[in-house]
């Protein structure tokens, strides 16, 4: 576990390359905490990366990898933006420059072989296959010394002490043909972790260098990271947006797969926002860029599911829990196939202490410890591209065990952007507008969707509301609000709270006709003064399109049981219940009702997923299993508070994230349980004698490269699923 640092130390992210074995990552980080200048480091295996607290030169953290020629590049290079995989010089390195030490062992083993094929070639064979040895098993010799006097027992050290022992015995070529299979093994392994990494990274790709800004009257193309707040930017038809900002003029599609993974384009006109990465399909935007490069939509998608793929989920820990005991067990095995059977049965002690050593080799745990990581780093990497944000394993792993789901009604059923439908004064003395500007005047001040629609309607209607002085103004949480306009108290809110303070305007026919709206699934908000209730406001939210085929694909999922939480009034909760197929109803719900009724679901079902904005919501979201919040395409909120981000306020990605969390979760299974078989098979050849070193070596690796492959599905086949989820909401 890391140090915690000093809070003032200067901190810098770096990109590691090279970067495949989980061990040898706790190796690079111990190494560089030891440079002078460095308070703290944490190497993050799964996403490539490492955090450096303290100063340090990349020289000398490339001195600290150079037992695994990691390569250290910065991820932001001053003035640059954040980098996408590597440098980019080293990027379509050649196969043989990147694997030289590799190549060479092969062509070394095989010249081995032919010399003892072929005697007349008068070729020493031990000395070639000893040199193979050395050329494809440098590194891994000089990790396993330095590790064996640390009395450090990992992969590479049980490996080392395999092929001492194989050398001391003469056993040169399967020594040779080891080392070849053990380096085959860990090119694969590389090439598997950093494509699962560039599958993510790669999302930087999306955004262009360069953008037609408009500054001072007049218009140059400049880098894309020289972009600053306030900059116009010109965006023709077909080119994709360079940095986040509004549409300052013009309007058209845009494409945002890459942020939200919607498929279909979305309109945009002045005053929307818009987001790197996302291309305009039509019509001439002006773009005024509202964040820079770093702190884009995109930027920080990636940082978090970078920052995710280092959370471990339970499987992943019982897994590093379980190497502990099973490395020493390994190695306690292996020194009694060596040395009992020659002390106990006068056995032959050569052929012993070589079955010993395959015992050693066969128990690597590398495929193992390698078999939750990839399978964690692809599902998050999936979920992202197909505008899900998982923040981390364990609610990943969460997500699947789910058996009940509770909504929030505004902004998460429905669109959150209610409009006004009825507006009915009580009082025929009463001028309407002008009280309607009083309304509009206390709901300015209040962040309720339904406060906004009665903001928009005076502003449709030319109403001077803005005017309006209000004093003593207070906002009743989950009520509504009150102040006091030229020395008249107002109150604008629930029937609820009118009927908790028995108000003496609230009779039984004035109710009876408010009810009568609600009935037809419209929220009403009442205005009134200490003595008398003036007026109902009547408002509607529209259900999402993909509220109804969510729940119903819940359902299919095994989900029984799903509930709506709503601060709203019973007779409009009942409507949208039956509108969207939710199982049950609770409404007039405050925040803190919400919250325990959250918890009366888990006592119920164990574990409860919570759906909402993210920001009214927070106590019910953290109560929950796991909270899930409606992205808003990127809000910082959503963003920061939830366990799991729905991008594009897309219902129909529940499914599908539930879909993904199941699926990685028999992926891990099945990889665990595969990994053991494979060592147990292997193990059993030791009783007739069949274990040899290659066959041991060549079931780790064959063990390591299938339980990579298997993860690795989970890049693939989730995409169809979400790709055909828009087309069914068609």
Known sequence: MSRPAEPTAPKAVYRVEGLSCANCAKTFESNVRRIPGVIDAA???????????????????????????????????????????????????PFLK???????????????????????????????????????????????????LRLRFDMRTLMTVALIGAAAIGEWAEGAVVVLLFAASEALERFSMER???????????????????????????????????????????????????????????????????????????GDDVFAGTMNMDGLLEVRVTRKAEHSAIARIIHLVEEAQASRAPAQAFVDAFAKFYTPAIIALAVLVAVVPPLALDAEWTRWIYLGLSVLVVGCPCALVISTPVSIVSAIGSAARHGVLVKGGLHLEQLGAVRSVAFDKTGTLTRGMPDVTDYAVLDD??????????IAALERRASH??????????????????????????????????????????????????????????????????????????TVVAAATERDVLAFVAAKDELRESAASAVGDLGKLGIRHTVLLTGDNRIAAEAIRKEAGISEAQADLLPDAKWQAVQALKVRYGSVAMVGDGINDAPALA???VGVAMGGTGTDVALETADIVLMGDDLARLPFAIRLSRKTLAVIKQNIAFSLAVKLAALLLVIPGWLTLWIAVASDMGATLVVTLNALRLMRAEAKAAQAAPAARR
Do not use: C
Request: no cysteine.
């Open 98 to 148: 990147k694997h030289a030490g590799l190549a060479a062992a092969g062509l070394l083993t095989m010249a081995g072989f032919a010399a003892m094929a072929w005697e007349a070639l008068r070729l020493p064979a031990p000395l070639l296959f000893a040199a193979a040895m050395l050329a494809g098993g440098r590194s891994l010799f000089k990790t396993g010394l330095m590790n064996l």
């Open 623 to 625: 109560a929950a299993t």
């Open 43 to 93: 190497v993050n295996f799964a996403a490539a990366t490492l955090t450096v607290y303290g100063e340090a030169s990349v020289e000398a953290l490339e001195e600290a990898g150079k037992f695994e020629r990691l390569t250290i590049v910065p991820e932001r290079p001053p003035g640059g933006s954040v980098r996408a995989a590597g440098r980019p010089e080293q990027a379509g390195a």
């Open 449 to 522: 969707p339904l406060a906004s629609a009665i903001v928009r309607k005076a502003e449709r209607d030319g109403l001077d509301f803005e005017t309006l002085q209000v004093e003593q103004f207070r906002s009743v949480d989950g009520r509504g609000v009150r102040g006091a306009i030229r020395g008249t108290e107002f109150f604008v809110g629930s029937l609820a709270w009118l009927a908790d303070m028995q108000h003496p305007g609230l009779t039984e026919e004035r109710l009876a006709m408010a009810q009568a709206l609600q009935r037809e699934g419209k």
């Open 196 to 270: 699962a990494r560039r599958s993510i990274r790669s999302l930087m790709d999306l955004a262009p260098k360069e953008a037609l800004v408009r500054r001072d009257g007049r218009e140059a193309v400049v880098p894309a990271d020289d972009l600053a707040v306030g900059d116009i930017v010109i965006v023709k038809p077909g080119q994709t947006i360079a940095g986040d900002g509004v549409v300052a003029r013009g309007s058209g599609s845009v494409n945002q797969a890459a942020v939200t993974g919607e498929s279909i384009p979305v309109w945009k006109t002045e």
């Open 429 to 438: 003395g009463i001028d309407k507008n002008a009280l309607f500007a009083v």
